[in-house]
């Protein structure tokens, strides 16, 4: 059935520093990949997003990368800062579907320590 | 800039007893769903609604639960008679298009069953 699978679970990072998110997905017809930011307690936020005709999105310190052969895609987090401290979810929808249903991966806690 | 409401943002109810959860999604979104986050697990999708019916539906979304859109503004759950494993946040959400669109979310429900 669908799945997505993100590790790590946890995450902790320097200030500063870089922090990477993985994601696998089993459903080849899936096309479109949110990711999701989570803060204690709140809904979950858009932060970037990629349909798979494009490899790579960049916004300010946020970029994501796909790779559809492999169904893999990931969140890169350049120069860190403590507000970045989130739990952040991968997911991915068919974009042809009349449905728009997500399937989410297990989450990663992000920690950035000043 | 607009948003998705849900009431309550906290429900405790009985075992057996019904609820009806309560969004209002943004005013020009033709799909609107449900998903459900147990504590400090992955968001998991119920069901989706367009075009005044269910599009698609988990397998989470059995015969105790089910939705309607009772006007042209709310969008309830209602979950007929709960079990201590319903306890989660509900969250709603809406978008414009199907699937390939960002899906913006409520606040979340949080619901107690004890």
């Known amino acids: 059935g669908e799945n997505v699978e993100q590790h790590p679970s946890t995450l902790s990072v320097q200030e500063g520093d870089s922090a990477v998110i993985k994601c696998t997905y089993s459903?080849?017809?899936?096309?479109?990949f949110p990711w999701y930011k989570q803060e204690l307690g709140k809904r979950p936020q858009l932060i970037i997003d990629i349909r798979s005709n494009v490899g790579e999105k960049k916004d300010q310190r946020i970029a994501v990368t796909l790779n559809k052969t492999a169904k893999h895609f990931s969140l890169h987090i350049t120069e860190t800062q403590p507000e970045d401290s989130a739990v952040y979810f991968c997911a991915a929808s068919k974009g042809s579907s009349n449905t728009g249903k997500l399937i989410f991966g297990q989450g990663t806690t992000l920690q950035v320590k000043p | 800039e607009p948003e998705v409401t849900q009431t309550p943002s906290h429900q405790v109810t009985q075992m057996g007893q019904e609820v009806i959860l309560r969004c209002v999604p943004i005013s020009n979104h033709l799909y609107f769903y449900w998903y459900r986050q147990i504590l400090g697990q992955k968001v998991e999708f119920l069901v989706s609604f367009y075009n005044n019916e269910i599009s698609e539906k988990s397998e989470i979304f059995d015969d105790q639960f089910s939705v309607e859109r009772p006007d042209g503004s709310n969008f309830t759950l209602k979950i007929r008679s709960t079990k201590l494993e319903d306890s989660a946040m509900y969250f709603c959400?809406?978008?414009?298009?199907?699937?390939?669109?960002?899906?913006?979310f409520g606040q979340g429900t949080r619901l107690t069953v004890v």
């Open positions: 459903d080849s017809a899936s096309n479109y």
């Open positions: 959400a809406s978008s414009d298009e199907g699937g390939g669109t960002e899906a913006f």
